[in-house]
């Protein structure tokens, strides 16, 4: 089974699923007030508070009329979820538990210790049933979007080079690099940070001595997308990392371990794997990616147009909200989507 652990949590984080319904949060029964009915399903306030505020931070200033407008996007992303859901429901998927439980156990391994992934729910305002019903969710839409044929659609191999043609595929000198990161919280004491530079030290001492760097990645690296790689990066240009550290990689010699960089992220253990020139890309280099863009982008052309469809055969009822919990909302009330009293 392909690991969606990353995209329960992108979900809960609000992030985008690349090639999927394209939507952030997809929790399940919600709770207070009704703002919406698709198909005589509620759709609950709470279902909308995460994504709301997440929005509502993007604008320097508020409004009742912006939180009004972003209300209104929000809500329609919510339905278009709910109808993609309960289309969803109706498939008989095979070992749906099992499932479910591998998706929260790879969630949780993008976490170094058990007491982070914690932090992180509680952080975010987020239960261990929210996401449970993320993962349920994300794994019926996921099936019903492959059995559908609206996920990977098929490119041909003329329209891949025709694309190629007309870009311009340059690149940037680039490292190719193995990390370590220990994180550091920014509000930790002179004590801490010396023991974890310590720690750091003491990981680069035995690297150095011949141990695995991939291994040691593995067992010590916070850096939840490295570590999953063993420490591997890919290819990285300069300004990708903060400044600190490109000065020392970038300085370092093919298999050669950088002294522990510090940074605001924390301590990290470098090592130089593979260097890269600049020039042009040859379209062998090229080929997936592109490929990967117009199926992610013809994938989201079929999904609108599908879920258009659901829509039209749907019943959907819009309940009004009261303009007070909108201006709370406006004004950074984290609990204002709550407050709102649906008209039945």
């Not at 089974?1 to 992108?10: F, Q």
């Not at 929260?104 to 914690?118: A, K, N, V």
């Not at 035995?206 to 290819?235: N, P, R, T």
């Not at 924390?266 to 379209?283: E, N, Q, T």
């Amino acid at each position: 089974m392909i690991k969606r652990g990353a995209v329960v949590l992108a979900c809960l984080v609000l992030m985008v699923l690349a090639g999927r319904s394209g939507a952030g949060i997809m929790l399940g029964e919600g709770t207070g007030s009704i703002v919406a009915k698709v198909n005589g399903q509620p759709v609950f306030a709470s279902q909308m508070e995460a994504e709301l505020r997440q929005q509502m931070r993007k604008h320097k200033k508020s409004s009742v009329a912006l939180a009004d407008r972003v209300r209104k996007k929000v809500l329609e992303k919510v339905i278009d979820r709910e109808l993609l859901y309960q289309a969803a429901r109706k498939l008989d998927i095979p070992d749906l538990e099992k499932k479910i439980e591998e998706e929260l156990q790879s969630t949780r391994d993008r976490f170094s210790t058990e007491e982070r992934f914690q932090h992180y729910l509680e952080s975010n305002e987020l239960t261990q049933e929210q996401l449970r019903s993320a993962a349920r969710r994300v794994i019926f839409i996921d099936e019903y979007l492959q059995r559908n044929h609206l996920l990977k659609p098929v490119v041909a191999e003329e329209e891949i080079r025709k694309f190629y043609s007309k870009k311009t595929f340059k690149r940037e000198d680039a490292l190719r690099l193995k990390h370590i990161l220990l994180s550091v919280h920014e509000n930790a004491n002179p004590e801490t940070r010396k023991e974890i530079r310590h720690k750091a030290e003491g990981i680069r001492r035995v690297i150095i001595q011949g141990a695995d760097f991939s291994v040691l990645a593995k067992q010590f690296s916070d850096s939840a997308e490295a570590k999953e790689a063993g420490g591997d990066l890919g290819f990285i240009k300069k300004g990708y990392m903060p400044a600190a550290f490109d000065k020392v990689a970038f300085s370092l010699q093919e298999g050669e371990i950088s002294e522990v960089i510090e940074t605001r992220f924390g301590f990290h253990i470098v090592k130089l794997v593979a260097k890269r020139s600049a020039g042009m890309i040859p379209y062998e280099e090229v080929r997936d990616f592109i490929e990967r863009y117009l199926q992610n982008q013809r994938s989201r052309q079929l999904i609108a147009a599908h879920i258009e469809e659901l829509r039209a055969q749907a019943s959907i009822e819009i309940l009004p909200v009261r303009k007070r919990s909108l201006a709370r909302r406006a004004s950074g009330g984290v609990n204002a989507v709550s407050d709102e009293k649906a008209t039945k």
